[in-house]
């Protein structure tokens, strides 16, 4: 993993890498051992590498008003059927091959214009608020979608308890970047490591969320374990999985398919019916489990919540 | 011998779509997304046919087995076959037969407009493939039928533009095509060699 130093921590907070690594590499060892010694398999708390997880069921989740009562995808199709390019192009990389990424113990760095950054533990970022089950549709640029029951934390908790600054007015995501994990990012698909952004008041909105779960239990390493965001009225790519590091920064942060492809994506992406993709209509969509298109909604049915964000702005110029 | 062979080729050909039919309406397992499995396997059995195809004069001038020009239509017209299943699905589960969005993608997309030009193409190539009409248009036929050059080109665009990256199965496919035309500008260059010393 690469730490960059961050402007607003004190050194003294920061864990030198090589205690880090080392770290990872005894937790990693560790496991393995505990794993073998396990007669079947039953150390899923510790990240094993390779091979399905049995996935730990999360306590105490409340249910949301924000949930849709459409039909959900089966866990099958959620979790067969991904775009992790960390992993591999191909949709079923990410099952066949992000069974090796460790993801036990996981720390997010907070940093930039923050009052509290820190390398904060995952299980610590879970913590702040009560897990809420939010059933979202994910409509994906390519012009598919899915019914998915995430579960989370509102993105805004954790961010009002970081403290960020006044003039921060975007955040920073950035996925883990391991390449002796991760085979895909041998490749110059992207420029490595993935990030994404968003302004700070789309990270703030009620509906974006922070997901550890889904089904009711910890994510899988392909839906983007331990942590991952998910901003349902944008293009899937924006909820960038497996994070490592969030920045409050004052300007506008580069992401990874506007960085590839700026005339294809941009830095909003909001699911727009109206602005085509020059590869695929954006107005219909195929529902993972039906045969026929249907119709895209503006803002993927969020409207009423998140058109408000965007009021005056020309949605076709910053698509 | 060779009615054999063209008997197992034809059996062969059949395989992709057979299998397809199976996994459809037998056991079920075209993936989370079945009409995107079926759309991208007959595409890529008409641009892997479509290639094999282009393979066979090479093969014939480089081996001597003159023979292997009796494969060459029904290799064609098989690349077509799986063209035309490839371009169905995206008429019925795509655009459920609406002319507009159908007219839409193929103007405004650049992938799709160079599928189209890869398909409209081989529309006349298969309409002319009969022995009558090899006979009849002569010297013409031949002429005619070099538009598969561009009709594989498109192809492979369409293949490579449809990637939201550079992958290395769409560059794979483009090197084939490349060595397969360069087979032919080299044997044009020393045909016109030879015709100069004499």
């Known amino acids: 993993m690469h730490i960059r130093k961050g402007s607003s921590i004190p050194s003294s907070e920061i864990t030198p890498e090589h205690l880090y690594v080392s770290r990872r590499d005894f937790m990693r060892t560790t496991a393995v051992v505990v794993a073998g010694a396990a007669a079947a398999g039953t150390a899923s708390a510790c990240g094993m590498e390779d091979g399905a997880l049995a996935q730990t069921p999360l306590p105490n989740i409340t249910k949301s008003g924000f949930s849709t009562s459409e039909k959900q995808n089966t866990f099958e199709d959620i979790i067969s059927y991904n775009n992790f390019y960390e992993f591999g192009t191909d949709k079923s990389d990410p099952q066949r091959y992000a069974g090796r990424m460790t993801t036990s113990p996981w720390k997010v760095k907070v940093d930039g214009l923050v009052n509290k950054g820190a390398d904060y533990n995952v299980e610590d970022i879970v913590r702040t608020a009560a897990l809420e089950e939010r059933v979202y549709r994910l409509r994906c640029v390519e012009g598919w979608s899915m019914v998915i029951p995430w579960v989370g934390i509102p993105l805004a908790s954790f961010l009002k308890r970081v403290e960020p600054q006044g003039q921060a007015k975007f955040v920073e995501f950035t996925t883990l970047n391991r390449p002796s994990e991760m085979p895909g990012v041998h490749t110059r698909a992207l420029d490595w490591p993935y990030t994404e952004g968003l302004r700070l008041d789309e990270a703030m909105h009620p509906l974006t969320i922070l997901a550890v779960g889904l089904y009711g239990k910890t994510l899988m390493n392909q839906n983007g374990a331990p942590i991952r965001l998910v901003v349902p009225w944008k293009y899937g790519f924006k909820s960038i999985k497996s994070i490592v590091r969030m920045r409050l920064t004052e300007t506008q942060p580069a992401t990874a398919w506007n960085k590839a492809t700026p005339q294809e994506y941009g830095f909003y992406s909001n699911v727009n019916p109206n602005v085509s993709h020059p590869r695929w209509t954006q107005a219909n969509e195929r529902r993972i489990g039906e045969l026929f298109r249907r119709e895209t909604l503006m803002f993927n049915g969020y409207g009423d919540q998140v058109a408000s964000l965007y009021a005056g702005m020309d949605l076709k110029k910053f698509y | ?198």
């Not at chain 2, 665009?157 to 990637?163: A, G, R, T, Y």
């Open chain 2, 1 to 198: 011998m060779i009615r054999f062979l063209k008997a197992l080729t034809f059996v062969a050909c059949l395989v992709p779509a057979a299998s397809l039919a199976w996994r459809a309406f037998g056991s079920g397992d075209l993936g989370v997304n079945p009409i995107e499995t079926l759309t991208h396997q007959t595409g890529q059995w008409a641009l892997r046919l479509l290639l094999i195809t282009l393979a066979i004069t090479p093969l014939r001038r480089l081996s001597g087995w003159n023979r292997a020009i009796a494969f060459r239509r029904m290799l064609g017209l098989f690349a077509f076959f799986y063209a035309i299943l490839h371009l169905s699905i995206w008429v019925v589960f795509d655009h459920y037969f609406k002319v507009s969005t159908m007219v839409e993608d193929v103007v405004k997309r650049p992938f799709i407009t160079a599928g189209s030009i890869a398909l409209l193409l081989m529309v006349p190539l298969a309409l002319t493939s009969t022995t009558w009409a090899i006979r009849r248009l002569g010297r013409r036929w031949q002429q005619m039928h070099r538009l598969i050059y561009v009709s594989a080109t498109a192809a492979v665009l369409h293949f490579i533009w449809k990637e939201k990256v550079i992958i290395n199965e769409t560059l794979m496919y483009a090197g084939i095509l490349a060595v397969l035309l360069g087979i032919r500008v080299v044997f044009a260059l020393r045909k016109r060699a030879a015709r100069a010393r004499v």
